[in-house]
């Protein structure tokens, strides 16, 4: 009975992150989708905590820490970032999230059993396979160096360096010599 709400409470939460996807593709549905994309992850978060059994203050705690933490940093980088430096908190972010599916597949290669997925030496195919698309997907994403580097250089080029060679460069030089000192870090 438990499994079978259980599955019916991530549907749900799947069907809101469609949902959220699809309202975040027009700026005039945007907030409905991000309505959306939050209470599915409230419900999926609430369901894995349930099925878990979670009982200690601690774990607790901690979750109650990072929630806390993350919707600090969250509302701090909202209210600090323009909209034309979106695409490098985006990609900064993916950069994040590789670096979690790194860390996840290492701590289960490093500690399977409190993984659930085998015991040290000796860890299932499948979960070996899994461990490792996370490895290789997450490195893909986690180039965090290049979105950093971007959100350097824009400000850096936008203030400091185009002002000075604006009278000399067109605005084809300016955007050829970013994206080289960009090539070159």
Same mark, same amino acid.
């Given at each position: 009975?438990?499994?079978?709400?259980?599955?019916?409470?991530?549907?749900?939460?799947?069907?809101?992150?469609?949902?959220?996807?699809?309202?975040?593709?027009?700026?005039?549905?945007?907030?409905?989708?991000?309505?959306?994309?939050?209470?599915?992850?409230?419900?999926?978060?609430?369901?894995?905590?349930?099925?878990?059994?979670?009982?200690?203050?601690?774990?607790?705690?901690?979750?109650?820490? +990072? *929630?806390? /933490? =993350?919707?600090?940093?969250?509302?701090? @980088?909202?209210?600090? &970032?323009? $909209?034309?430096?979106? !695409?490098?908190?985006?990609?900064?972010?993916?950069?994040?999230?590789?670096?979690?599916?790194?860390?996840?597949?290492?701590?289960?290669?490093?500690?399977?059993?409190?993984?659930?997925?085998?015991?040290?030496?000796?860890?299932?195919?499948?979960?070996?396979?899994?461990?490792?698309? +996370? *490895?290789? /997907? =997450?490195?893909?994403?986690?180039?965090? @160096?290049?979105?950093? &580097?971007? $959100?350097?250089?824009? !400000?850096?080029?936008?203030?400091?360096?185009?002002?000075?060679?604006?009278?000399?460069?067109?605005?084809?030089?300016?955007?050829?010599?970013?994206?080289?000192?960009?090539?070159?870090?």
């Amino acid at each position: 009975m438990k499994a079978d709400i259980a599955a019916l409470l991530y549907l749900v939460s799947g069907v809101l992150f469609i949902l959220a996807l699809k309202g975040l593709s027009s700026p005039a549905s945007s907030r409905a989708g991000n309505r959306n994309g939050m209470i599915g992850m409230a419900i999926a978060i609430g369901t894995t905590l349930w099925v878990a059994g979670i009982t200690d203050m601690l774990t607790w705690g901690m979750i109650a820490g +990072g *929630l806390g /933490i =993350g919707g600090i940093f969250g509302a701090v @980088m909202a209210k600090r &970032i323009s $909209m034309t430096s979106m !695409p490098q908190l985006v990609a900064f972010f993916h950069s994040l999230v590789g670096l979690a599916a790194v860390l996840v597949a290492g701590a289960a290669f490093y500690s399977p059993d409190a993984f659930g997925i085998g015991s040290e030496g000796a860890i299932r195919t499948q979960s070996l396979v899994e461990m490792s698309l +996370g *490895l290789a /997907i =997450g490195a893909e994403q986690m180039q965090s @160096m290049n979105p950093l &580097i971007v $959100m350097l250089l824009v !400000p850096l080029f936008t203030l400091g360096i185009y002002p000075h060679i604006g009278r000399f460069a067109s605005p084809l030089k300016r955007m050829s010599s970013g994206m080289f000192f960009a090539g070159a870090c």
